[in-house]
Nanobody, 130 residues
Framework: QVQLVESGGGSVQTGGSLRLSCVAS????????IGWFRQAPGEEREGLACIDNSAGQTHYATSIRGRSTITRNSALNTVWLELDDLKRGDTAVYYCAAVPRIHTFIISWDFEADVDYTDWGQGTQVTVSS
């Protein structure tokens, strides 16, 4: 079955950086796009970024655009999300999720909406403190 495993979370001071990893198994990697989401206590899940594992097209949410980079390596079935200039508001559990590429071709598809993502990892905690 499909499995997504996140790692790379931890505690970091404001202004610091983290590189989160998502290793996928049980799927044809390049038939999917991988998205990153986060959820803070008491908040709704927020879509952050997405990458098409075949074409490499990327999307970023306004909240992290300009201080984040999403990349992938198909040989390793891995997607990374690097977050820079971390703020206390970035504290959350971060999740990666997979969506079949065919869903992303729909003109109304929104990478920040979680409804089309079919498989999810267990999450990794990121805590930012001053």
């Amino acid at each position: 079955q499909v499995q997504l495993v996140e790692s790379g979370g931890g505690s970091v001071q404001t202004g610091g950086s983290l590189r989160l990893s998502c290793v996928a198994s049980g799927l044809a990697f390049e038939d999917y796009a991988i998205g990153w989401f986060r959820q803070a206590p008491g908040e709704e899940r927020e879509g952050l970024a997405c990458i098409d594992n075949s074409a490499g097209q990327t999307h970023y949410a306004t909240s992290i655009r300009g201080r984040s980079t999403i990349t992938r390596n198909s040989a390793l079935n891995t997607v990374w999300l690097e977050l820079d200039d971390l703020k206390r508001g970035d504290t959350a559990v971060y999740y990666c999720a997979a969506v079949p590429r065919i869903h992303t071709f729909i003109i109304s598809w929104d990478f920040e909406a979680d409804v089309d993502y079919t498989d999810w990892g267990q999450g990794t905690q990121v805590t930012v403190s001053s």
